[in-house]
């Protein structure tokens, strides 16, 4: 019974609190508004308004001195305040803003004391930029580290809009610099990632960043956690967007999915009509008996309302919101079902408690009513948010270009899907879906018949229709038939082009080893509620396979499901759920990892005795001996060992508690590391003791 309460209280606290992370941004950002005293006003950059409401709140910047927040735009710019703090990325247009600022309050005689708070740390450029203005002495610049931004309780992200834009199209490598020190930061709280495995180039730079040594500091010695590996994270697996360009043109069809797909999510954030995020009226309550029905229908409001309502915006969490919890990775044909019962349990649950009669029953009643009310709001968003998808997904042009997705991924009459991208494009079909349409065919055949997409793209830049697409998109067209992205290529190739762009994506072969299609029998069906594929009803993604080969390769080799059924002992586990296993690597599909564009990755931590252990170099040294350890090493651990019973370690909650300072004080064998040290040189083990 002990172990059965032990494991329960494991699994309801999960192995890595990414609270934790928002807590650190969100200290972060009041240490650097602390740092200027006084009350000041806060010019903030748009892209950075979404990130910043995931980890801090409009009262706790005013209870900090805000006074007020204007946008970072063009134009004058007019503060109550003596202090002007301006918070951005480090990106040029910005900049010019803000020395355009500076010099029209010198011209008006206006004193302010100007500070700029650079995302996530402070730009080279950004200075010399401010020096050619003229204006470097005129502001203190300083830096806001954001980095990961906990989305849910097992997701976190940087939130870099241009990320993929900045690193295929412009050649700018610092979102994988960035995304290098959001994981040291998480190595720092837990440990090193104990083996690190990934696939191309970036993820093979990203890996070298992550596991190089770091300069070692005279005054310093590195944080405890950066020299053992971490007890609660088995590995990290890193995957270059090149590896699986082919997904990302797919149409996600969970609900999820498709509410950013046709209404779109951004920063966790969707913008639903208001009408939608009302509070449903309690009803009334009768002593004697129920009275009329009071099924919380999900919306009162005609749907051609719902269009036309003023906009809100809404986050959609799992943690505030258990029903989007239930629905987020259903695929979207369940949604209305699972709608429908929650409907019927709630209307049921009203009638129940309105037939109160006793006064301990109406107090048990008004005690669940906060519960179903906020249930019943709840109901009424997401059927709300269903009835507006619902119209978009029946649509000539959605179904349309979901059919050529799926015959092109099954490689069925590839040149009948091109004749009906032409004729989306002569219907004037929208030219997001027209441009993933002809990347995704390209990819998945190699390329387009030469004349067919000279054809094409004349139809594109020249159409004379009302929906027009026009040379607007000329610059968008040279982009992706151009290095580095080459996603609409012709077949054959010219014979000019470079060697790098001449090999072929293999998606046949993938398609057969990383078993991405699920067939569309009953059978099939079935084991696609089991599997990643029920995503985009019967394709897994291929960086999701990817995953599995890592951590869950029976997903990839065969059903789980039909595994389970099979087992004799099943019993003891639920039917087809993939069960993970000890982490080997790229082991057993390295023949498939060969075809696919880019570097492998397999990285071995062991932490204090050597920072990274490249696995291919660990198989060319064959047996070779141990390496004797120094004089120093035999002590510190000896030292390390003796300190641990002395001082026993506290529980990982508890480190936190009394923290002043996250990064620097959660370490918590940090201080008993700097003891051994010091021990070190008066030890009689030491040849140079004084």
């Not at 009768?286 to 919380?296: D, E, I, Q, V």
């Not at 002569?426 to 000279?454: N, P, Q, W, Y």
């Not at 993604?541 to 390769?553: D, H």
């Amino acid at each position: 019974m002990t172990s059965e309460l032990d494991n329960a209280s494991q699994a309801a606290e999960p192995l890595v609190d990414v609270s934790l992370l928002k807590e650190i941004a969100r200290k972060a950002l009041v240490d650097s508004l602390n740092s200027v005293n006084g009350a000041k006003t806060l010019v903030l950059d748009a892209s950075l308004a979404g990130p910043l409401g995931l980890v801090t709140e409009v009262s706790l910047l005013k209870h900090h001195g805000v006074d007020k927040m204007f946008w970072l735009e063009p134009g004058a710019l007019s503060s109550t305040t003596t202090n002007i703090v301006y918070l951005c990325r480090p990106m040029i247009k910005y900049v010019k803003i803000i020395a355009d600022h500076i010099k029209r309050h010198a011209k008006e005689s206006r004193k302010h004391t100007y500070t700029l708070l650079l995302v996530p740390r402070i730009s080279t450029l950004v200075t010399h930029i401010l020096e050619e203005e003229g204006v470097l002495g005129d502001i203190t610049i300083s830096s806001y580290n954001l980095q990961f931004i906990p989305l849910a309780d097992d997701v976190v992200s940087l939130e870099y809009e241009s990320a993929f834009k900045d690193l295929w199209v412009d050649g700018d490598e610092t979102s994988i610099y960035d995304s290098a020190q959001a994981l040291n930061t998480l190595q720092k709280l837990y440990g090193l990632f104990p083996r690190v495995v990934g696939k191309g180039d970036a993820a093979a730079r990203l890996a070298t960043l992550l596991t190089r040594e770091t300069p070692k500091s005279s005054n310093s010695s590195p944080p405890d956690t950066l020299l053992t590996p971490s007890e609660k994270i088995d590995s990290l697996i890193v995957l270059d967007r090149r590896v699986d360009m082919i997904t990302p043109f797919l149409t996600q069809l969970t609900y999820e999915g498709l509410i950013d797909e046709l209404i779109g999510i951004k920063n966790s954030h969707v913008e639903v009509p208001a009408s939608l995020l009302t509070p449903p009226a309690p009803p009334a309550v009768n002593t004697a008996a129920a009275g009329p029905s009071t099924s919380p229908s999900a919306s009162n409001v005609p749907i051609s309302n719902l269009k036309k309502d003023a906009k809100k915006k809404h986050l959609l969490t799992a943690s505030t919101d258990p029903l989007f919890e239930e629905l987020r990775d259903l695929n979207f044909s369940s949604v209305g079902r699972r709608l429908n019962t929650v409907a019927r349990r709630l209307d049921e649950d009203y009638k129940t408690n309105l037939q109160a009669k006793t006064v301990a029953q109406l107090r048990d009643f008004v005690g669940k009513l906060g519960g179903l009310q906020t249930e019943h709001q709840s109901l009424r968003l997401h059927t709300g948010l269903s009835e507006l998808l619902v119209p978009l997904t029946r649509t000539e042009q959605f179904n349309k270009s979901l059919e050529i997705q799926q015959n092109l991924l099954a490689s069925y009459e590839v040149s009948a899907q091109i004749t009906s991208i032409e004729e989306m494009i002569a219907a004037g079909a929208d030219m997001h879906i027209v441009v993933r349409l002809l990347c995704l065919a390209s990819i998945i055949t190699g390329g387009i018949k030469a004349k067919t997409l000279e054809n094409i793209k004349r139809e594109i830049l020249q159409a004379c229709s009302p929906h027009a697409y026009g040379y607007n998109y000329l610059p968008l067209l040279l982009s992706l038939a151009s290095p580095p992205l080459s996603m609409l290529l012709p077949n054959p190739l010219p014979a000019t082009t470079p060697p790098s762009l001449t090999s072929k994506y293999p998606f046949s072969g993938l398609r057969k080893s990383l078993r991405l299609l699920i067939d569309d029998t009953p059978e099939g069906m079935d084991e696609v509620e089991n599997d990643i594929s029920f995503t985009y009803s019967g394709y897994a993604p291929i960086s999701i396979r990817l995953v599995q080969c890592v951590a869950q390769k029976g997903g990839v080799i065969s059903n789980p499901a039909e595994k389970a059924a099979s087992d004799v002992d099943a019993k003891h586990s639920p039917q087809g759920k993939l069960q993970a296993h000890p982490i080997l690597g790229w082991k057993g599909f390295e023949d498939v990892l060969a075809t696919l564009p880019g570097e492998t990755v397999d990285v071995v931590q062991k932490g204090s005795a050597g920072r990274a252990t490249a696995i291919s170099s660990l198989v060319r040294s064959g047996g070779g001996g141990k390496k004797k350890l120094t004089a120093f090493n035999k002590f510190m651990q000896t030292e390390m060992a003796r300190l641990r019973e002395d001082e026993p370690e506290t529980s990982h909650k508890d480190r936190y508690a009394s923290s002043d300072d996250l990064l620097t004080h959660i370490q918590p064998m940090h201080r008993r590391f700097k003891k051994a040290t010091a021990n070190w040189k008066s030890a009689k083990e030491n040849p140079n003791r004084a």
